[in-house]
């Protein structure tokens, strides 16, 4: 069973940086396309970053280009999301996602909002950047 727990959540500085991490379980992640998601209180989830499979390219929403970065280490079946120069409106829910259920399971074709039936969610990871 495809297992996502993430980490690395907290209480931020406007302008600080945190980094997220997503460890996955029973299945090797490096084939697999991962996406971040956040939700803000009373806004709708947001796709963030996805991070193609085997090397592929990675989509960033407009506002955090330039602040935010994804990468994984193959070893530790670990994505991370780097986030830098952190602002007010970054805080949210951060979740990771994969879609083993979808024919381009190790593209981000499925983000961000055609998750297939089988697309699996981490428990999700508090961001709070204030002063």
């Known amino acids: 069973q495809v297992q996502l727990v993430e980490s690395g959540g907290g209480l931020v500085n406007p302008g600080g940086s945190l980094r997220l991490s997503c460890v996955a379980s029973?299945?090797?992640?490096?084939?697999?396309?991962i996406a971040w998601f956040r939700q803000a209180p009373g806004k709708e989830r947001e796709g963030v970053a996805c991070m193609g499979g085997n090397n592929g390219p990675t989509l960033l929403t407009d506002s955090v280009k330039g602040r935010f970065t994804t990468s994984r280490d193959s070893a530790k079946n670990t994505a991370y999301l780097q986030m830098d120069n952190l602002r007010p409106e970054d805080s949210g829910v951060y979740t990771c996602?994969?879609?083993?259920?979808?024919?381009?399971?190790?593209?981000?074709?499925?983000?961000?909002?055609?998750?297939?039936?089988?697309?699996?969610w981490g428990q999700g990871t508090q961001v709070t950047v204030s002063s």
């Open positions: 996602a994969v879609d083993p259920g979808s024919d381009y399971y190790y593209t981000c074709s499925w983000y961000p909002d055609s998750l297939s039936r089988e697309g699996s």
């Open positions: 029973d299945f090797p992640l490096e084939y697999y396309a």
